[in-house]
C-alpha cells in the first residue's frame, strides 16, 4: 500500500464547474499536507498548504484535511480551462516526504 | 523572476552508460531535494542537501547513482550505469526552508534505450 493513494482520473469538467479531488493517507504522522499543480513536461508548483486539520482558502482553491479519516481534499470553484493540468497531493513529516500519483484534469471550453 | 534551473533538459542515453543532471537553485537556497517522477507516478525523493551535506539520501540507489553539492549552490545527480527501468523526469527543487517552500525546476526527461 502506497502511503499517498490518489485517484488518477483523467477528470474532465465543463468550464465554471466545481472541482473536487481528493487523497487519502496511511502515515498517521504526516502534519503538513499540500498540493501542487503540474503542467505538462513542466515541474510541480505549489498551490498551497495545510498544517494538521482544518481548511484553507486561496482564491478559487480551497485545501481541506480531515487528519481522523486520513482524508486530503482539493476543491477548485469556477474552474478555467488554464486549470487543466495534472494535481498532485502530498504530505510530509520530518523530511519524510510523500506524493500521490496525481489526477490529470481537463477543463472544457 | 528567480526559478531553479536544470540541464539538459531532455536526454537520451544507451544503457550502461553514464549520464549526469545539473542543477542550479535560487540564489539563497540551503536546501536542495532531487526527485524521480516516473511517468504517471509522483515526484520520489531521492536526496537531500542542506548546503553542501546529505541530509536524506535513503531513497537513492547508491550502487548506481550518486549525488554532489560540493560547494553549496549548484548540484550533480550521476547514474553510473543507467538502466533500462532509469526513464523518468529526473526534478531538482530548493528552499529557504522546508518541503512548503520549495520550488521545483522544470526536469530532465531522461530516455534509456
Known amino acids: 500500500q502506497k502511503e499517498v493513494e490518489q485517484d488518477p482520473g483523467p477528470l474532465s469538467v465543463p468550464e465554471g464547474a466545481i472541482v473536487s479531488l481528493n487523497c487519502t493517507y496511511s502515515?498517521?504522522?504526516?502534519?503538513?499536507f499540500m498540493w501542487y499543480r503540474q503542467y505538462s513536461r513542466k515541474g510541480p508548483e505549489l498551490l498551497m498548504y495545510?498544517?494538521?486539520?482544518g481548511n484553507k482558502e486561496d482564491g478559487r482553491f480551497t485545501a481541506q484535511v480531515d487528519k481522523s479519516s486520513k482524508y486530503i481534499s482539493l476543491f477548485i470553484r469556477d474552474s478555467q480551462p488554464s486549470d487543466s493540468a495534472t494535481y498532485l497531493c502530498?504530505?510530509?513529516?520530518?523530511?519524510?516526504?510523500?506524493f500521490g500519483a496525481g489526477t490529470r484534469l481537463t477543463v472544457k471550453p | 523572476e528567480a526559478e531553479v534551473a536544470q540541464s539538459p533538459r531532455y536526454k537520451i542515453t544507451e544503457k550502461s552508460q553514464a549520464v549526469a543532471f545539473w542543477c542550479d537553485p535560487i540564489?539563497?537556497?540551503?536546501?536542495l531535494y532531487w526527485y524521480r517522477q516516473i511517468l504517471g507516478q509522483g515526484p520520489e525523493l531521492l536526496v537531500q542537501?542542506?548546503?553542501?551535506?546529505?541530509?536524506?539520501d535513503s531513497q537513492l540507489p547508491k550502487d548506481r547513482f550518486s549525488a554532489e553539492r560540493l560547494k553549496g549552490v549548484d548540484s550533480t545527480l550521476k547514474i553510473q550505469p543507467a538502466e533500462l527501468g532509469d526513464s523518468a523526469m529526473y526534478l531538482c527543487?530548493?528552499?529557504?526552508?522546508?518541503?512548503?517552500?520549495?520550488?521545483f525546476g522544470q526536469g530532465t526527461r531522461l530516455t534509456v534505450v
Open positions: 527543487a530548493s528552499s529557504l526552508g522546508g518541503h512548503t517552500e520549495a520550488f
Open positions: 502515515n498517521s504522522a504526516f502534519q503538513y
Open positions: 495545510t498544517y494538521s486539520s
Open positions: 502530498a504530505s510530509y513529516n520530518n523530511n519524510d516526504m510523500r
Open positions: 540564489s539563497g537556497h540551503a536546501t
Open positions: 542537501f542542506q548546503d553542501e551535506s546529505v541530509v536524506d
